[in-house]
């Protein structure tokens, strides 16, 4: 693998960091910089999304044919580089990496010619309903029930845990529409509008505070027939294919390695009594970083395969698990180096929107909201336990 760019590459690693001087407002950094989760408020992130459409790049995963730019792998890891270092915000990933891959994939022409345009511009704003009480690293067991009335499924049942759905107005949701012996294969695959009667949305507050998460409920919610992806009883396969897309479609190692950079010019300030000074600090940041390096080049090969067409596949479970575990070790060590004023811990989100003087530095007030926010990461979008069974079966043939 020849690690060194170009001179084609040089110029387009300069045309990024051109196009992040001109659209990354000084309000979209601030408000990256203290948002502690890995999802931006829609009216930073979508901003964000807006200038990406404008310039061509709206969805880099995307083939040519539909609106994805030409790039070569190398330009991927160029551009998500440029991005995190730049500090920019996060776009509706659930749009654009998740359900939008599924759309092209398997979605209907009307689907892809409605829904791809509306996910570019960043007109609508996309949650995932998946996880139930109950039905979470069991997700083929859901109970969430969508009933054939004419050119209608009435649905009814409940989703948790659906990251912004107070925001969204869509969701892509797995729903029963059959039993049979196999529960996957009774489950399809359903576009609904979050405006659509009989919907309500119930917030989580998190242990760190936010507001991220929901329960949703459906009461005789109609959704037309036509708002199914794909066959009736595939949406198992489909959703499959979405979170390998989630788990193993993104540049995870740059924002990682800027997030460490934050962590060790805190542990080197006069701020935390210079922690580097700690060999257990110096050691761990040093192993922290050996193991983003590593991944990085995970991410490099994998970049290569999608180039070709191929979805990730199991190696998408390597990467979700490789990020979730150094993202929380990140997170932990940034507890550690500022040490007793960890206590301090601002309890109004989004920290971005503060309006009193915090009791923290600016560098020290998302450590604390980070690491509580980050004890999801080995959960969300599949366990790491989970990603450990698919690896052993797909890879290792256990």
């Known amino acids: 693998m020849d690690l060194s760019f170009n001179a084609e590459e040089r110029a387009f690693q300069s045309e990024v960091r051109g196009f992040i001087a001109k659209n990354l407002t000084e309000e979209m950094k601030r408000a990256t910089a203290l948002t502690p989760s890995v999802f931006s408020d829609p009216d930073i992130g979508m901003a964000w999304q807006r200038a990406l459409h404008k310039q061509g790049w709206g969805a880099p995963g995307w083939p040519v044919d539909h609106s994805g730019p030409s790039w070569t792998p190398a330009q991927r890891w160029i551009f998500e580089s440029e991005c995190a270092r730049a500090g920019v915000p996060n776009v509706n990933v659930m749009g654009v990496k998740m359900v939008g891959p599924v759309i ?166 006069d701020l935390t009594g210079r922690a580097i000074d700690s060999p257990d600090i110096a050691s761990r940041i040093s192993e922290v970083e050996v193991d983003i390096d590593a991944l990085e080049m995970t991410e490099l090969r994998v970049l290569s395969a999608l ?68 004890r999801a990461y080995t959960i969300f979008g599949g366990t790491s336990e989970i990603q450990r069974d698919i690896i052993a079966k797909m890879m290792l043939g256990i």
């Open 104 to 269: 092209i994939g398997f979605g209907s022409p009307e689907q892809k010619n409605f829904y791809l345009p509306r996910i570019l511009s960043g007109e609508d704003y996309w949650c995932q309903g998946y996880s139930e009480p109950g039905s979470g690293s069991d997700l083929s067991s859901l109970r969430t029930r969508a009933v054939r009335d004419g050119d209608d499924y009435i649905i009814n049942g409940t989703k948790i845990w659906t990251t912004h759905a107070h925001h969204a107005n869509r969701m892509f949701a797995l729903v029963r529409t059959s039993d049979g012996p196999r529960q996957q294969d009774g489950i399809s695959f359903i576009l609904i509008d979050m405006k659509t009667p009989g919907i309500t949305t119930r917030p989580i507050l998190t242990i760190g505070g936010d507001h991220e998460v929901n329960q949703v409920f459906f009461d005789d919610v109609r959704v037309p027939v036509a708002n199914r992806v794909g066959d009736e009883g595939k949406g198992w396969t489909y959703g499959k294919y979405l979170l390998e897309f989630e788990r193993g479609s993104g540049i995870a190692s740059a924002k990682l390695r800027e997030g460490l950079r934050a962590i060790t010019e805190l542990a080197e300030s």
């Open 307 to 374: 180039q070709t067409g191929q979805n990730p596949g199991a190696v998408s479970s390597i990467l979700k698990l490789r990020n979730s575990e150094i993202r929380q070790a990140v997170t932990r060590l940034g507890v550690d180096v500022i040490g007793h004023d960890a206590l301090a811990v601002e309890p109004m989100r989004p920290l971005y929107k503060l309006n009193h003087e915090p009791a923290l530095p600016a560098d020290m007030l998302t450590v604390v909201p980070e690491y509580l926010n980050g």
